[in-house]
């Protein structure tokens, strides 16, 4: 699944703020984050960041997905909030997808 709404409402930024325009870039817009990758010869592969830190946080939080709130912290730190408890997550991506890391004890 692709990033999907109006082009307007998308922001899209280098994942590294100092870093080159090539390499790895974030889409973000209409309730949804999305990590791209475009190598020099091959396919754009993108990774829905939004979905992959949700999924992990609301299972160290215990607590439904829809219950939590997501915020970009830096580059690639999110912190997820939701029934009284807070983390924060490093997304890490090497090659062949993106998995979320938790970076804080859960409080």
Do not use: H
Not at 21 to 47: H, I, M
Not at 54 to 70: I, K
């Amino acid at each position: 699944m692709d990033l999907q709404c109006d082009a307007g409402a998308i922001d899209v930024r280098p994942a590294s703020p100092s870093g080159p325009p090539a390499g790895p870039f974030y889409a973000e817009g209409c309730d949804q984050l999305w990590r791209y990758v475009s190598p020099p010869r091959g396919k754009t592969e993108g990774n829905d960041v939004k979905g992959i830190i949700v999924r992990q946080a609301s299972f160290d939080l215990s607590c439904s997905a829809d219950q939590l709130e997501f915020t970009p912290l830096n580059a690639d730190t999110f912190g997820v909030k939701g029934c009284d408890k807070q983390a924060s997550y490093l997304l890490v991506c090497p090659v062949g997808g993106c998995k979320a890391v938790q970076n804080t004890q859960a409080q």
